[in-house]
């Protein structure tokens, strides 16, 4: 075989390998410090391994991705001991970035923590997951990943949100799947209405809402329109970002108590800081008013920055 040839071979070879790279870049980090010395350490590394391999190896959507496309994700799972041997109860926090177009930013797309995760896990345990058999034979290992597929899943639909009107429907559709069919088990939490306010229930209930079918747009324009025009021409972006937070207070006023509304505001107050800061007068002022009401862990920080 010529030289040429070889280099062609290796060519379409990578390029075949690039196109049906998985979606996650996602880095899993798992934390035992609470859990004691009743169990060997390394179980929880192993944990660790298993669970970055599964997010990150498994094809979640048909389309296919470019390495450089992946969707940067973190998920720390804080372990306590459970009541029962291999049982575990912990939180997780999930945060997802969104590069925004021009620049080396990565904007918060998702920063949330889920208190309610239990699940029974032995060293070396297959990590499953079946879109169709969500349950499994065993509820509390099965709680596991379906929790994280439920987050998989997500984190793709407002990523598809960010980028096409409404784009993230089908992803947000299959997570909906997965509370419909979740595990049940003594100590299993935050699958049900009832389980709560702010739980996986309501985020994609919210998200699959006709009632609040705006919140899709709100996530295209906050990112499509707004942050990757900033760049490009920071008065037309701000004039954008205006619009969304226009869009927000209307949802703001007859869904109050949404959750969707938190969880859009919670890592952003930042950025939203820094595009308002050289805004005329006029749109300060209104923007650090609005923001005040909807973002109240925020509001002295906008009230402040926002002069």
Request: hydrophobic letters at 40%; charged letters at 20%.
């Amino acid at each position: 075989m010529n030289y040429t040839k070889f280099k062609l071979l290796i060519f379409f070879a990578l390029l075949v390998t690039s196109a049906s790279a998985q979606e996650l870049n996602a880095r899993v980090t798992v934390n035992s410090s609470r859990v004691g010395t009743s169990v060997n350490k390394s179980t929880f590394q192993t944990l660790q391994t298993a669970l970055n391999t599964f997010l990150n190896n498994r094809k979640w959507t048909t389309d296919n991705f470019l390495p450089t496309e992946k969707i940067d994700c973190n998920f720390l799972l804080n372990l306590q001991p459970g009541t029962d041997a291999n049982v575990y109860t912990a939180s997780l926090t999930i945060q997802a970035g969104r590069p925004i177009f021009n620049s080396s930013y990565l904007s918060p797309i998702i920063n949330y923590q889920d208190a309610d995760v239990t699940f029974k896990y032995v060293e070396f345990q297959q990590l499953d997951f079946n879109d169709n058999r969500v349950s499994g034979a065993d509820g509390l290992v099965s709680n596991l990943t379906a929790v994280f597929a439920y987050y998989a899943y997500m984190i793709i639909g407002f990523d598809y949100d960010s980028y096409a009107q409404r784009g993230g429907v089908p992803y947000f559709s299959k997570a909906q799947n997965i509370v419909n069919n979740a595990p049940e088990a003594r100590g299993i939490a935050g699958w049900k209405a009832f389980d709560g306010t702010r739980n996986r229930y309501w985020l994609t209930e919210n998200m699959e809402n006709s009632r609040y079918a705006i919140m899709h747009d709100i996530y295209y324009a906050y990112y499509r329109k707004a942050e990757d025009k900033l760049v490009e021409n920071e008065t037309i972006a701000r004039a954008e970002m205006l619009n969304v937070i226009n869009m927000l207070s209307s949802f703001s006023a007859d869904n109050s108590n949404a959750m969707i509304k938190q969880f859009f505001f919670q890592g952003k107050a930042n950025e939203l800081i820094k595009i308002f800061a050289k805004a005329p007068p006029q749109d300060k002022a209104r923007a650090s008013e609005l923001l005040q009401k909807m973002d109240m862990t925020n509001a002295a920080r906008y009230k402040d920055e926002l002069k």
